[in-house]
């Protein structure tokens, strides 16, 4: 007799976060993410983190008559009925104007709901098999370590606030201190590096600009390369440079930056994949997304155009099985596979790595924000960087996460205490600038 999932819930959850600048303004004191539980009829617990807010909830709990009751061996099956539902829900409610648009908007709106029925699900198969559940993906488990990269953030000055960031929490070395910190010039940038290095063991490092001008972040990235000689390094301003300024900024990077991450975006009449494509023709440089190629038409798209290298396939926005599918194609494609990440605990840290693990061919170091988080597990264990890597290993069963239900309470009760819900980066962003407003357009520090 094959188990069924017998209880599904989904708990809203928050966590501390520093105020780490990016192209959307500052980030807030505290994240939120949604936690889905699932236990089945033999008692085997299986757990999911996707992005937070309330919508999200919402939509995770209009998939429980569809989860509870079913036989796990059907996940598959569970996963596309509740696709079907969500669809038919996103359709009704948009109306059946501008079909094309209509249908990106509803993948994107219904993977990461649906990853939140998916990835329990596989963890609770995965421990009935005794397998990790990157055994049970696409081809198969390929690797049993995972790199990732030091996902490095300017940091803006909580004091100029009067929002509850955390300060002083953690003395234990010089991550410790300096990711609470401002950091605000490219000498404050290396040293972010050589402290999340010396703490995680990254060999590789991603900046996330937008933040000032263009030639201020490529000094930094300059200062890390003198420093890293042998990292990989990238920089992504979330594509608020124009062609010709990327061009500008990018043309003597070769050889400094080993790929750019969405440095430019559409323009008047051409589509963010062809400026892209030019970018990439004209600059030689390798070029990573999560911004342009996030759906399977816009990859179509951006595969025929040549405007991509290295599609950035988030499992939260792809589903595990979708994230490992693009992972095949960019092996057969002469792509390479790489992951987005937001703010997020080390139950997503355990989908990234067991996706990766099932990622065919060369991929590139994770993006992961958990460094930002490290400490604030909801596992029984805290995840191990070691060499900026983590092991999945072969013998292990399902995601590897053993949940703390207390840890899991307590994250709840933060995001009810504090009255989260979605993301609002302005906020922080006017203790800066008064009346800030957000302009995809513009670096956030830069306003005429
Ligand atoms: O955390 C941030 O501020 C990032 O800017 C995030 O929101 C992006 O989605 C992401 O990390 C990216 O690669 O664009
Ligand atoms: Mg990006």
């Not at 309330?54 to 696709?83: D, F, H, M, Y």
């Not at 207390?406 to 009346?435: E, Q, S, W």
Request: glycine share 10%.
């Amino acid at each position: 007799m094959v188990a069924t999932i017998e209880k599904m819930a989904v708990i809203p959850v928050a966590g501390y976060d520093s105020m780490l600048l990016n192209q959307a303004g500052a980030h807030e004191p505290f994240f939120t993410r949604n936690i889905v539980v699932m236990h089945d009829s033999e008692g085997v617990e299986g757990v999911g983190e996707v992005p937070g807010g309330e919508v999200i909830t919402k939509r995770l709990e209009s998939c429980i008559p569809l989860v509870e009751g079913a036989s796990i061996a059907q996940w598959k099956n569970v996963v596309l009925s509740c696709r079907k539902m969500l669809e038919n829900q996103m359709r009704g409610a948009s109306g059946s104007g501008g079909q094309e648009t209509a249908h990106a908007q509803i993948f994107k709106k219904v993977t990461n709901v649906l990853t939140g029925v998916e990835t329990p699900m596989l963890d609770i198969l995965g421990k009935h098999l005794e397998v990790p559940v990157a055994a049970l993906l696409g081809e198969g488990q390929v690797r049993d370590s995972v790199r990732f990269l030091g996902y490095l953030f300017y940091i803006g000055d909580y004091r100029k606030t009067d929002m509850p960031y955390l300060h002083d929490d953690d003395t234990s070395d010089e991550w410790g201190r300096v990711r609470r910190e401002p950091a605000l010039t490219p000498d404050a940038i290396v040293h972010e590096a050589e402290a999340a290095q010396k703490r995680f063991g990254f060999h590789d490092f991603k900046l996330k600009g937008g933040v000032f001008a263009g030639s201020e972040e490529m000094e930094a990235v300059r200062a890390l390369k003198a420093r890293f000689p042998d990292a990989r390094i990238t920089i992504d301003p979330n594509g608020c440079w124009t062609l010709r300024e990327s061009l500008e900024l990018c043309r003597d990077m070769v050889g400094t930056l080993t790929y750019v991450e969405d440095p430019c975006g559409a323009e008047g009449r051409f589509s963010g994949r062809e400026v892209m494509a030019e970018f990439h023709r004209l600059t030689g440089l390798p070029t990573a997304t999560n911004m342009i190629d996030t759906d399977w038409r816009e990859m179509k798209a951006a595969i025929r155009l040549d405007s991509v290298t290295i599609p950035l396939a988030d499992p939260h926005f792809w589903t595990m099985e979708g994230s490992v599918r693009v992972a095949q194609l960019c092996h057969d494609l002469d792509l390479t596979w790489g992951v987005h990440s937001n703010n997020h605990f080390d139950i997503s840290l355990a989908m990234v790595a067991q996706a990766a693990a099932a990622a065919p061919g060369v991929i590139n170091a994770c993006d992961t924000h958990y460094i930002w988080q490290d400490g604030q597990h909801l596992g029984r264990v805290a995840p191990h960087f070691e060499d900026g890597c983590l092991q999945v290993p072969r013998d292990g069963a399902g995601l590897g996460i053993d949940l703390d239900h207390d840890k899991l309470a307590a994250a709840h009760r933060l995001y009810v205490d504090n009255g989260c819900g979605t993301r609002d980066d302005a906020r922080g962003m006017r203790f800066y600038i008064p009346g800030w407003s957000y302009d995809a357009s513009l670096p956030a520090m830069v306003r005429p």
